[in-house]
Every structure is written in C-alpha cells, then in structure tokens.
C-alpha cells in the first residue's frame, strides 16, 4: 500500500524522503488563488521519480457554482492544473465537490460539473485524471452527504472521473465511517485515494480542521478500517511538520502491516 502526504511544493521529493513516504500531495500554485501554474523546472525529474505524485487543486475552483465570475474561470482553472500535473507525471488532481449558493438549486450545481467535463473534452480532455473530493461542510455542497454525491454521480458518473475519500471531512460532515467505503462505493464503484485525516471537530460539525491520527475526535482505529477497506492509495494531510506526519504514516503502516513500498 502507498502512503504519504501532502507536502510543500518547493521540492517534493525531498519532503517525500524526509517523511519515507511512497506518495506525496502539494499544490502547484497558491491555493487560494487565481493564478494559472507555471511549468516546473523539475518536470523531468519529478516524472522520473519512484515516488507517486497527486496535485491538489486550488481551494478557490467551485464549478459547482451558478456565479459565472466563479464558475467559467474555474472550469479554466481546473483545465489548466489538470494540464500541469499531466506534466509531471501525476497520478491525479484532487478538486473539492464544490457547492452552490444558499437559494440556488443543488441540481444546476450537478449540471454545471457534467459541463466541466465537457468543456475540457472540447479541450482534448484532462489528460489526467480527475478525483472528487467529499467536503466537510455546507449545506448546499455537491459531495458532503452521500445522497449528493448519488446525484453528482449520475450527472458525471459516465466521464472519466474517479474519488477522493476524505476521514476528516465524512465524520465532520456527518458520515459514519463504520462501513463508509461499501457506501460509497455503491454509488461511485471507487475510491482512488484516501485522505488519511483526524478531526478537530465533532461528528456532523462541519469543520474542515485536520489532526494528527492519534489525536481529534475520531477513533484512529476507524480510519485504519476506512484505509483497509477502501484499498488505495493513501495521503495524511495533518499537522505537525515531517516529524508530525512521519509519525502519522509510520502509524498506519503499522496498524496495516505494510512496509514502505520499494518503488
């Protein structure tokens, strides 16, 4: 099983040794920005490497949105991470469900994803593929409950798009995770990669706050399960620096009987 985390952009594959991490995350650009990311001068050498690459997209992108001044450059903005991790050899670009406003109807939402997919079709496609995130919060997100994300998928579901599970974010969401993965999996028939997280914030809050796996208000035991049942790939994305989460995926290798992988 590979595991890692996310880590900062400047040198990936440095932060990856620093943690033994088979797989990292890092964002190609500010994430709460608008710019578009520039080519990396160590695109060869990161598409080279042993170790497993996943871009996170920038917090800003919400296609989900009826605002146009959100939506359209959002679509633009995916399209054009999507191409930049292509280039160095990612294995996915991870983009949050997103979420409509308070009044708006949740099924344009829906729409406004299966045209993101087809605009970057009349593009030549992502090139790249594309993993949804669940969220944490919102009562108007695309994929914080499971009965949203069943009706993301059936907008979507026939595109090339795949699945990021988050822990953090179902429990603070309102998800139990005891059996989350079959429950997910009914309705996407896949879970690409986990985001390996703790919570701060109670079962159904809706806080987005990470912790370390022996720490929040999760039972690390549940999200072992969730990582064992799910059968992918896995990223933490908690705090506490590389001996923080060096910590967290020595823990889960430990819990899962796994080794660092040897490439």
Request: some cysteine.
């Given at each position: 099983m590979r595991i890692g985390a996310?880590?900062?952009?400047?040198?990936?594959?440095?932060?990856?040794?620093?943690?033994?991490?088979?797989?990292?995350?890092?964002?190609?650009?500010?994430?709460?920005?608008?710019?578009?990311?520039?080519?990396r001068e160590d695109a060869e050498r990161l598409r080279a490497a042993e170790v497993d690459l996943y871009v996170h997209a920038?917090?800003?992108?919400?296609?989900?949105?009826?605002?146009n001044r959100i939506r359209i450059p959002s679509r633009k903005l995916l399209l054009g991470h999507a191409t930049a991790a292509a280039a160095i050899g990612a294995r996915g670009l991870i983009v949050h469900g997103g979420h409509v406003n308070a009044g708006d109807d949740l099924a344009v939402g829906f729409d406004n994803w299966r045209?993101?997919?087809?605009?970057?079709?009349?593009?030549?496609?992502?090139?790249?593929?594309?993993?949804?995130?669940?969220?944490?919060?919102?009562?108007?997100?695309?994929?914080?409950?499971?009965?949203?994300?069943?009706?993301?998928?059936?907008?979507?579901?026939?595109?090339?798009?795949?699945?990021?599970?988050?822990?953090?974010?179902?429990?603070a969401g309102g998800e139990e995770l005891l059996g989350l993965v079959d429950r997910v999996k009914a309705i996407t028939g896949r879970i690409?990669?986990?985001?390996?997280?703790?919570?701060?914030?109670?079962?159904?809050?809706?806080?987005?706050?990470?912790?370390?796996?022996?720490?929040?208000?999760?039972?690390?035991e549940l999200v072992v399960a969730v990582i064992r049942a799910a059968g992918a790939p896995v990223v933490v994305e908690t705090p506490g620096g590389v001996a923080g989460q060096a910590a967290d995926i020595d823990f889960l290798r430990q819990q899962l009987g796994t080794e660092r992988s040897a490439a």
């Open positions: 996310h880590v900062d952009s400047t040198d990936p594959l440095a932060e990856a040794a620093a943690r033994s991490a088979d797989t990292v995350q890092f964002f190609l650009s500010d994430p709460q920005g608008w710019k578009a990311p520039k080519l920038p917090y800003v992108i919400n296609v989900a949105t009826l605002n045209k993101t997919f087809a605009y970057a079709a009349d593009s030549g496609g992502f090139g790249v593929p594309v993993l949804i995130e669940n969220t944490a919060g919102g009562d108007n997100a695309c994929a914080r409950r499971l009965d949203a994300l069943a009706r993301l998928w059936d907008a979507i579901g026939d595109h090339e798009v795949g699945f990021c599970l988050d822990t953090c974010h179902a429990y690409d990669l986990v985001h390996a997280n703790n919570s701060k914030g109670a079962f159904n809050s809706g806080q987005d706050r990470h912790d370390n796996l022996d720490g929040g208000t999760i039972d690390p």
